[in-house]
Every structure is written in C-alpha cells, then in structure tokens.
C-alpha cells in the first residue's frame, strides 16, 4: 500500500529557530497539503500545492511559512522563525486527483517550539 | 462564513450496539463528503466518501448517510468493537481539490 512518510516525526527547537518538514507524497498524486493539528483541536488546513505552486493557502499560513517541492518527490514545509504557537502535529497529504477525491495523510511531524 | 460541526462531547456505547455521528455544515454547498478515521497521534485515514446524488453508501459495518437539504451526514458504524475507538472526523472539499475542510471530530469510545 502507497503512503506517505514524513521525516522528522518528533522536532524540538528553540523560539525563533527555523525548522523545515519534509514529506515524501506517494508518487503519482498531484495535489499535495500541509495541515497542523494543535493538541486537542480540530486538523487545520494550511496550505495546497498543485503543479508546483501553492494553490491555496489559509490566513494561518503567513509569511513565517513556506512550501517547496524541490525535486521530484520531496515536499517541504519551512517555518522562519518558531513561535512558542507553532508547537502542533504537521500532516502532509497528498491526493490522486483526477476524481479519485481522498486524502492520504502521513503520519505527522511533531514539532514543540521552547 | 463556511462551517462544519461534529459533536464534541465523546460518545460512549457498549460493544455490539450502533454508534450514530453526525456531521452538520454551514454556508456549502460540497459535491461530496467523507469521513475520515483519527487515532491519537496518528494522521487521519480516509473511511467513506458519498456524492451529493447518493442517500447511502456502505463499506462493511459502515454506513453513511448524506441528505444535502438538512446539510447534514451521518456516520453509522454497526456491531460496534472496543477496535473501533477512536475519533471519527468528517471532511468537505472547498475550491475543487484545492482545500479539505475537517470538522473537530467526534470521539467515540467502545467498550466491551
């Protein structure tokens, strides 16, 4: 079964460091996302990526954040400078598109901000 | 503004009874709905879709229902197990493909 792994799956980092999360969509897919969930709270839409470049984004994903698709198969996400708010479980998703309208998710980074 | 409701408050039934969720929206008009099955630390995983032309669909001891007037689905899961615990999240696509929008999820706790 096709997944999608993300890497690394538990981060700590001081406030103000900049930390990048990397996922490994499955490979046919063409739609990829970034999600955060806050302990407790509702999974948060961040940004999507089509086509390489950001489709749509969300009032969360601010200009702390970006995306990048740097080869073939990696997709990345960059927070600049950590906010102790940023501390959250980041899913990467990606979808087939083309109809087949589902989300895979990974399995999470999770990132705690000090 | 767009909007999706789940009960928050966990439910709680004995094994081998139905457990029901329901999943409400506001301010859509999706051409589909899914659910999506979360365990505690694990990223969610996709259950069901139904389209806004299906009633009904089922999968094994899943059922769920999607009425488009009411804006509302519901989330059946029959013969309930204690395995079947865990937080049960519905999902719209807004913007074709371009975002998903998911409830806060409702817990559902099985107990044998």
């Known amino acids: 079964e096709p997944e999608v792994t993300q890497t690394p799956s538990h981060q700590v980092t001081q406030m103000g460091q900049e930390v990048i999360l990397r996922c490994v969509p499955i490979?046919?897919?063409?739609?990829f996302y970034w999600y955060r969930q806050i302990l407790g709270q509702k999974v948060e839409f961040l940004v999507s990526?089509?086509?390489?470049?950001?489709?749509?984004k969300s009032e969360i994903f601010d200009d702390q954040f970006s995306v990048e698709r740097p080869d073939g198969s990696n997709f990345t996400l960059k927070i600049r400078s950590t906010k102790l708010e940023d501390s959250a479980m980041y899913f990467c998703?990606?979808?087939?598109?083309?109809?087949?309208?589902?989300?895979?998710f990974g399995a999470g980074s999770r990132l705690t901000v000090l | 503004s767009q909007k999706i409701e789940q009960n928050s408050e966990a439910l709680n039934i004995q094994e081998g009874k139905t457990a029901t969720l329901t999943c409400n929206y506001t301010?859509?008009?999706?051409?589909?709905l899914q659910w999506y099955r979360q365990d505690p630390g694990r990223g969610p995983v996709f259950l069901l879709l139904i389209r806004e032309n299906e009633k009904e669909k089922r999968k094994e001891r899943l059922k769920v229902t999607f009425d488009t007037t009411l804006k509302q689905s519901l989330f059946h899961i029959t013969a309930s197990q204690p395995a079947d615990s865990a937080t049960y999240l519905c999902a719209l696509e807004a913007d074709n493909f371009n975002k998903f929008y998911f409830g806060s999820g409702t817990k559902l706790n099985v107990k044998p």
């Open positions: 490979s046919n897919h063409l739609y």
């Open positions: 998703a990606s979808n087939p598109g083309q109809g087949a309208n589902v989300l895979t």
């Open positions: 301010n859509y008009s999706p051409a589909y």
């Open positions: 990526f089509y086509n390489n470049e950001i489709s749509e």
